[in-house]
C-alpha cells in the first residue's frame, strides 16, 4: 500500500517565520535595555568583547568595574560557544541522550542553519513513542481504531476508518520531550516541546487473522528561542539561555537557528477479535 498520512499538525514543516527563527535581528541596546540582557555571560561580555575576570562580574561581593582584555570577535564567539556547551552540563548528565545537546550548539556554530538530524535523537523519539503506556499514547489510539475497523475478509482498512484514526489521535498527546527525565537528558533542551509532527501508515499487511501495521512519524523542531522565551524568568535567570539568545538574535552575531528533524517507525501488531 501507499503511505497514507493520518495526522498532521496544523502547524507546518519548515515554517521560518515564526520569532524562534528569527537571527541578527535585534540591537544590543534593545537586549540590553528592553529584555535585561547586560550580564549575559560569565566568561566574556559580548557587547565590548571584553574578558570577564572574577573581580569584574558584576554578581562577584568585590565587583570593580575595571575593564577586561579586549579580544578579537573570533574569540569572543568561540569563548561564548565553547560556554554554552559547558553551561549544558546541569541539564544533560544522564542517559544516551546527553551529548546530543552539545553536537547541535556545534551545529550552530559551524553549519549557517542547516537543518539537523541525528540518529540518536531518532532512536530517542523511538523510545518516547513506544515507552509510552498512558491512555494519551498516540500509538495505543492508532491501535484502538486498527482493532475495530480491519475488514478481515476484505484483509483491507476502510477509508472511512482513516478520519477516526486521526480524531483519536488528537484526543491524545503527540510525542514531545516534557518528561521528568528529560530536565536531566539533555532532551529537553534539544527538543522539548515539538513543532510540527506527521504519522503515516506506511504498511500494513494482514494474513491469517493477524495484522502488522509499519507506523511512521516525522517530527520537527525549532532550535532557536523567541523574545517571549528570554522573557520569562524561567529563562532569564540562567547565562545559558541568556548567552544563546544573545548569538542568535543580536545584529552584531547573528548565529541561525535551524529545523531539527526526527524520523522513526514504529510497528503494531494485532489479532482478530483481541
Known sequence: MEPVLIYSTQRGFNDSSSDDMRYGDLPDSFLQNHLNLRDVSTVVNPYTMELI???????????????????????????MFDDLRKLTLPFSFLGPYNRIIKEMFTHMQTT????????????????????????????????????????WQKRSLPAEAIPQITLNIKGGALPKFTRFQDNFNGLGLAVHDTY????????LSINNNQYSALIKYRVQDHFGLDQDDIKSWKFNQFYFFKTWFVLQRSKSYGFKPFFTNMETVVTIKGKKNA
Do not use: M, V, W
Request: with cysteine; net charge positive; glycine share 2%.
Open 196 to 203: 510540527s509532527t506527521e504519522i503515516y501508515i506506511s504498511e
Open 112 to 151: 549557517n542553519g542547516h537543518t539537523f538530524s541525528n540518529a540518536t535523537l531518532n532512536a530517542a523519539l523511538n523510545h518516547n513513542i513506544i515507552s509510552d503506556d498512558s491512555s494519551n499514547s498516540s500509538l495505543k489510539r492508532i491501535k484502538e481504531i486498527l482493532d475495530k475497523n480491519i475488514d
Open 53 to 79: 575576570s572574577s573581580f569584574n562580574h558584576p554578581q562577584n561581593r568585590f565587583y570593580s568595574p575595571t575593564p577586561g582584555k579586549k579580544i578579537s570577535k573570533q574569540e569572543c564567539i568561540r569563548l
